[in-house]
C-alpha cells in the first residue's frame, strides 16, 4: 500500500469537489439552455397557431379554411413547417379540413397524449407536446389548440409542427461546447489547486529539509522565518534539539566527571600496591587505604547516578510530593542527631504548597541544606517555603552559625569541597544538591543570613494545586 501523502489528499479533495461542482453546473447550464431554447421555439409554433385563429374562415357549408398565410416554408413541400386545421366528429376523431401545402399528402398531424380531452380540458390555450416522427422521417414538435370562430358554435382544432432537428442540433451543440469549456476550467481548478497545495505546504517541506540538516549535523537549529500555524512547531522543535543537546553534553560531562573522580583513588591505590611490595609498613597500611578509597569511588559513582536518576525523572516525572510533611520529618530527625549541640529548627510552609518531583528527591534536596546549616548553627536553623509564582517555588534555609565569605561561596558548590577538612563527611552535600536542583530546572543561591549565618534559597518547580 502506498503511504498516505497529504499533499495528494488535500489535491484529491479539492479537486473532487470542484470537479463535482462543474459537473453539476454543467448539467444545470445544458439544462437551463435546452428549456429555454424549447420555450422560445414553442413560441414560434403558438404564434403560428395565432396566425391560423386569425386568418381562418367559415364557409357556407360550415368548413373552415386558410385562404393565405404569409409564411412561405408553409407552401413548400416537407419544408418541416405545417399546420392543419381539423373538426371534431361525433366518435371523437378529427376531421381535416384544411392543411399546409408542405405536408403534401402525409398523414394528418397527431393529437397529444389523451387525444381531444387534452385540448378541451384548456380551450382556446395552446398545448405542446413532440409528435415524433413526421414526414420524411422528421422529429416534429407540435401545437394544438381548441377554438371557436365566429358563425360557428361547432369547436375547430388547428395543429402546427414543426422539424425540431434544429432545436436538437443547437441543444447538443451548446451541451458540447460547455462541456468543453468545463472540462478545460477543470484541467485548469486541478493544476491550480496542485500548485496551491505545493506552494502552500512549501514551509513544510522547508522545515522537512531544516530538520534533516540539523540531523546530518549541518545545522544547530532550525532558523527560517515560517507562518503562524509553524512557528510554535519550530520553536518546540528548536527546544526539543536544544534538550537533547543539553543532555548530550550533560552526560559527556558526567562521564568525564566521574573518570576523573576516580582516577586519584585508583592512582593511590595503585601507588600503595607497588610500594606495598616493597615495604612492610606500607603493605600494613594497604587495606585500610583500599578501603579509603573504594568508599571515595562508591561515593562518587553513587553521586553521578543519583544525578542521572534525577535528570531522568524531572523530564518524565509528574509525582506531586507536598513540601510540609517532608520538613517536618526532616525536622524531627535533624534535632534528634544535633540533639547534643541543642539545635532548634523553625520550619513553616503552606499545607498546598507541593514539588513537581519524587519525594526521595525533595528528602536530599532539603535534607542536605538544612543538615549543613545544623552542622554551622550555633542553635538556631530557620526553614521557609513559599509559592514564587505558578510553576516554580522557593525553599530557604539559613541559620544563625558564623556565615561564608561571598568570594568562597562558589567553591562549596563543588564536588568534594570541603571549607572545614575537620568535619566529617565526603564534600559532596551541598554539590548534590546543586546538581539536583539543575536536572529539576532550578537554583542554587548563597547570601547572608538575617539570622547572622549563611542562608540557601533553592528554586525547585512547584506542582499543580
Known amino acids: ?25 454543467g448539467f444545470a447550464l445544458t439544462a437551463f439552455f435546452a428549456n429555454a431554447a424549447q420555450i422560445r421555439f414553442d413560441r414560434g409554433l403558438a404564434e403560428q397557431l395565432d396566425n391560423l385563429l386569425s386568418t381562418a374562415a367559415v364557409a357556407a357549408d360550415g368548413q373552415v379554411s386558410v385562404p393565405v398565410i404569409g409564411d412561405v416554408k408553409t407552401t413548400r413541400g416537407f419544408s418541416g413547417r405545417y399546420w392543419s386545421i381539423a373538426l371534431p366528429t361525433p366518435e371523437g376523431t378529427l376531421s381535416e379540413t384544411d392543411r399546409s401545402m408542405s405536408l403534401g399528402d402525409a398523414p394528418p398531424l397527431r393529437l397529444p397524449d389523451g387525444g381531444l380531452a387534452t385540448l378541451t380540458a384548456q380551450p382556446g390555450r395552446p398545448v405542446f407536446y ?55 476550467l477543470g484541467v485548469g481548478l486541478v493544476l491550480a ?6 506552494v502552500g505546504l512549501w514551509p513544510l517541506f ?34 526539543l534539539v536544544a534538550h537533547n543537546q543539553e ?82 520529618e526532616l525536622a524531627r530527625t535533624l534535632e534528634k542527631i544535633f540533639r547534643e549541640k541543642g539545635v532548634a529548627i523553625d520550619w ?16 536530599e534536596l532539603a535534607g542536605n541544606v538544612m543538615e549543613n546549616a545544623c552542622k554551622w548553627a550555633k542553635g538556631k536553623v530557620r526553614v521557609r517555603a513559599a509559592a514564587i509564582d505558578e510553576t516554580h517555588l522557593l525553599l530557604t534555609v539559613e541559620d544563625d552559625g558564623p556565615g561564608l565569605p561571598p568570594e568562597r561561596r562558589g567553591e562549596v558548590l563543588r564536588r568534594g569541597a570541603r571549607l572545614d577538612e575537620s568535619a566529617p563527611g565526603s564534600g559532596l552535600g551541598l554539590s548534590i544538591v546543586d546538581d539536583l536542583a539543575k536536572a529539576y530546572g532550578g537554583t542554587v543561591e548563597l547570601a547572608d543570613a538575617q539570622l547572622g549565618g549563611l542562608v540557601v534559597n533553592l528554586t525547585l518547580p512547584r506542582a499543580e494545586s
Request: proline share 5%.
Open 193 to 198: 489547486v496542485l500548485i496551491q497545495v505545493r
Open 130 to 184: 413532440d409528435a415524433g416522427e413526421g414526414p420524411v422521417s422528421m422529429s416534429l414538435r407540435q401545437a394544438a389548440m381548441v377554438a371557436t370562430l365566429p358563425g360557428r358554435t361547432a369547436p375547430v382544432v388547428f395543429m402546427a409542427a414543426e422539424d425540431r432537428s434544429d432545436l436538437d442540433r443547437d441543444q447538443r451543440r451548446f451541451a458540447a461546447t460547455i462541456s468543453a469549456a468545463l472540462g478545460l
Open 348 to 363: 513553616e510552609a503552606p499545607e498546598e504548597l507541593a514539588f513537581q518531583g519524587e519525594k526521595q528527591d525533595l528528602l
Open 247 to 328: 543532555v548530550v553534553e550533560r552526560q559527556r560531562t558526567h562521564v568525564g566527571n566521574l573518570a576523573h573522580a576516580l582516577k586519584t583513588p585508583l592512582s593511590v591505590m595503585l601507588t600503595e600496591a607497588g610500594q606495598a611490595a616493597s615495604n612492610r609498613d606500607a603493605a600494613k597500611r594497604l587495606p585500610q587505604v583500599v578501603q579509603n578509597q573504594a568508599e571515595i569511588m562508591r561515593d562518587q559513582v553513587d553521586h553521578h547516578l543519583r544525578r542521572a536518576r534525577a535528570a531522568a525523572r524531572a523530564q518524565t516525572n509528574r509525582e506531586r510530593t507536598p513540601i510540609a510533611p517532608v520538613l517536618d
Open 206 to 239: 522547508a522545515l522537512r529539509r531544516e530538520i534533516a540538516a540539523v540531523r546530518r549535523g549541518s545545522a544547530d537549529r532550525l532558523v527560517r522565518t515560517y507562518p503562524s500555524e509553524l512557528e510554535a512547531l519550530a520553536d518546540e522543535l528548536n527546544a
Open 1 to 25: 500500500m502506498r503511504r498516505p501523502s497529504l499533499v495528494r489528499r488535500l489535491v484529491l479533495l479539492a479537486a473532487g469537489w470542484s470537479l463535482a461542482v462543474l459537473l453539476v453546473t
